[in-house]
């Protein structure tokens, strides 16, 4: 019998669904004073996300203090700054609005916010400290895009600028307090983008379903992310304004979030860690695809009845060896038109995946540990090998 | 598209697995001093559950303090009771251990330890007045039968004995902080009740699926807990030994416990809470299957597709008409030996039928409300009639 024993936890509050966002006028909130975390890009005033967002919050009697400065690739120097503003605005709590650097920089905002010190001295992997995290604010998560899934996990992924260092990291207190997953605020994401974050949902349930803790409870959420991304991200991708289709990737995504808080990404995620901390402009989920191929290529036969599996969920058919998997994968990945990304475009070259193994294996080194068997340093320059093109 | 705008809160830490109560000794517990809600029966003395579940608390640095009168059908005297020891011994939580009566019982006597008044004063539905709950103790769930699903949701079913109405009441505070299912400790129930137990957890699932406020999210466990319990109950039931089966079947339970969080039981349950309201020696598990086959065919018609549906993953073969799952039902039934309960045996009788009736929709109207389609009165008195053996 395969695993029976497992632990699950999820205490978040998940509210899901178009036209959602404006239950946060009425819903219970954790103070009545919010920072709210958001990138440094323009879409989230472009669209009206954040007039939205505040004016809501204020019809709730809670006052908003906005802090607009996240990069995609988020970075330690604002969680610092992040957490000074909150503590200098008496914040109640933290609201992290946009995608998963938004949202995981308010995780983290929220933990500095109430404790000492440097946030690198409790991120436990590489050169952090570990220190236990015994408080946090209270978080609120709004995701305007459907890929990280942090909306329903504990997780959050910060860049060490000096270290060069990107890690996950998180504990009990840094789960979101309430999510508020509206598909409506997803409506404007471009097709590529609709593309990279489907994709890292897509990986979060695929590792997750082929990692050494999947569990029962996370099999069911993962089988189900997988069998909706395959089915819905291509039409999300070609028409953006499918609700519908907008909706199912949506809750494939934050069920990708929920296989994160029960089973747990496998080495993959570190291995494009590594290249998007030296390559901060290659998007994480871009990444993700340009490696998968030959990373789910590796494990095809370590793994043979759930790749198998994966493959009949996906596509309703029989599989007949485990590669049917990986074949599906890089349809769809053709179907949603990210089938040639070329790792060259980003400047990235041959003369990096040496470097790309060591900081993957020193920074997140704890997730190799899940894969499905014990890669080896000449294996994963392989698989940074055979994705080069 | 059918309702893909829900909420879903469990924020309970579920800790699953054969041996795993072991952990009780080390993991993180909400105070030093624990009331121990047991029944008042003699099978959590005589397999040595108590005197395990004491050690290991105290192990843990944790005072048991045990209370032992709840009876199957668990009464509002005894929470009142409870909640008097819990205070008067200055408890910090309450440990539920046993079936759903002592767990159920737990959860209101925290309530009760903390709130003034009486438990009715809280209850909702009936001649209950519905005041808020603001504050409860910390709540330790610790199952040994697989039915109630109780340590995954906040309910607590308790009867008022003067007014003989056995009402399902919670709230967010009544969720169990820490659930630990271990299948070991269920290895001792009889065949009977092993079938008894496990229909409670199948109906869970089952009018959680076919309940009109049912969501993609309750749908992934209602499914995969109908799968499960039709495979592994009659196992159970068999072979109460086998521990594979055993898992099988508490994990069933434990996710239909999820299914009550995140949609609804539909009448069923009302129907059978007001049968055991006025013999409560019936358990609530053989009341259930004496009404299943008459409940489910009376909505046939309206959830053909979710019949067909449940049909399918449960025998693996192709659905034809919504009747093949009413079919299925009763060859399970009769797998496990339970396909001749005889009402007439508990003293029930035709005349019962009216004042059921009445009862079943003044006490726990509002699940009437997530049914299919609304039941008559003449309809109801029908379903009880055509279960009358």
New interface residues.
Partial sequence: ?RR?????????????????LSRLAECSLPGKKALVVISAGTSMRKYGYLDRLCGLLKKNGVEPVVFDKILANPVKTHVMEGAAVCRDNGCDFVVGLGGGSSIDSAKSIAVMAVNDGDYWDYVSGGTGKGMPVRKALPIVAIPTTAGTGTEMDPWTVITNEDTKEKIGFGCDLTFPTLSIVDPELMLSIPPKFTAYQGFDAFFHAAEGYIASIAS??SD??AL?AVRLLYKYLPVAVKNGSDL?AR??VA?ASTLAGMVESTSSCTSEHSMEHAMSAYYPQLPHGAGLIAISEAYFTAFKNDRMKRYMKMYEIMTEKKSARPSDFVDALVFMQKECGVDNIKLSDYGIGPDDFPRFADNAVNTMGGLFGYDPRQLTNAEIIDIYSKSYK
Avoid: D, Q, R
């Fill in positions: 019998m029976m024993n497992f632990s699950a936890y999820i205490p978040t509050k998940l509210v899901f669904g178009a036209g959602e029962p409870v069911l959420y189900e519908k909706s199912k809750w």
